[in-house]
């Protein structure tokens, strides 16, 4: 199955600096879509990119969508404490029939 | 913006009960809505997909006679885990889509808080 691979699995930064964090895939997705999950919480949406190259922001958060559709970054500026949370990419790819499915990444922990 | 509920938040219970969760889309119906798990420190794992009205559709390797889905209106779906065993331990987080483009998008899929189930 398609699967993706998520790096670095945890970082540990101080406040003001700045982070980054990928995703690759062997697969091709139509929609490349970057969650924050706090403890005990669903994930929450950050980002979605749905053009190749296609290069979004969002605050202090910047995502993009690698031209061969089987990457992506994301960039957060600054950071804060409350940045501290799991981030997880996801892809988009049609399961079958009209349905849609999301692969997640094995998530990058961000400790400030 | 869209909110998604989950009922009980944590549960905990006998090994060999069965326990029912709920996903409620709160300010828009969903025809289609998803159930993940979630081990410790693991990622999320899409187990079935639920459309309104129809059978869901269970990922690979998800035993569908266990993990019981109803999906019985456009707000509601449920997830009954039947004849729990402590490996059946975990953080069960469903998604409810809006589908107001006609198709599936990535932005349009709303996650409940999850319901952590503890199987004693």
């Known amino acids: 199955g398609q699967q993706l691979n998520q790096s670095p699995q945890s970082m540990f930064i101080q406040e003001g600096e700045d982070v980054s964090m990928n995703c690759t895939s062997s697969s091709i997705f139509n929609t490349w879509l970057w969650y924050k999950q706090d403890p005990g919480e669903g994930p929450v949406l950050l980002i979605a990119?749905?053009?190749?190259?296609e290069l979004t922001s969002n605050g202090r958060l910047t995502a993009q969508f690698g031209i061969t559709r089987k990457d992506s970054f994301l960039n957060i500026s600054a950071s804060i404490p409350s940045d501290v949370g799991i981030y997880f990419c996801?892809?988009?790819?049609?399961?079958?029939?009209?349905?849609?499915?999301?692969?997640f990444g094995k998530g990058t922990l961000l400790t400030v | 913006g869209a909110v998604v509920s989950q009922h009980p938040s944590w549960v905990i219970c006998k090994s060999g009960t069965s326990v029912k969760i709920e996903c409620r889309s709160l300010d828009f119906q969903a025809t289609t809505m998803f159930w993940y798990r979630q081990f410790p420190k693991q990622s999320l794992m899409l187990m079935a997909t639920?459309?309104?009205?129809?059978?869901?559709?269970?990922e690979q390797g998800v035993e569908k006679d266990k993990f019981l889905i109803n999906h019985a209106s456009l707000t509601l779906s449920t997830l009954t885990v039947t004849s729990a065993h402590p490996e059946d331990s975990s953080f069960y987080i469903c998604?409810?889509?809006?589908?107001?483009?006609?198709?599936?998008?990535?932005?349009?899929?709303?996650f409940g808080p999850g319901t952590r189930l503890t199987v004693l």
């Open positions: 998604s409810a889509e809006t589908g107001t483009s006609g198709r599936g998008r990535g932005d349009e899929q709303f």
């Open positions: 990119l749905y053009k190749a190259g």
């Open positions: 639920s459309n309104e009205g129809s059978k869901a559709t269970y």
């Open positions: 996801a892809g988009l790819v049609l399961s079958g029939g009209s349905n849609y499915k999301l692969t």
